[in-house]
């Protein structure tokens, strides 16, 4: 069985999370200006 010294951190493990977390905020924000219409009635009204 090797040995696991100098095993390398796997960034993915950060990174899709957080592009997931940052996808979302983007779509709540374009929904809540107006820019999208996913959920009728929420968001600012014009």
């Keep these: 069985m090797p040995?696991?010294?100098?095993?390398?951190?796997n960034p993915s493990?950060?990174?899709?999370p957080l592009i997931a977390?940052?996808?979302i905020?983007?779509?709540?924000?374009m929904e809540y200006s107006?820019?999208?219409n996913l959920m009728p009635?929420?968001?600012?009204h014009r």
């Design 3 to 9: 040995r696991l010294v100098g095993k390398k951190a």
């Design 34 to 36: 107006g820019t999208l």
């Design 21 to 23: 977390i940052a996808a």
């Design 41 to 44: 009635k929420i968001g600012r």
């Design 25 to 29: 905020g983007v779509v709540a924000q």
């Design 13 to 16: 493990l950060w990174l899709v």
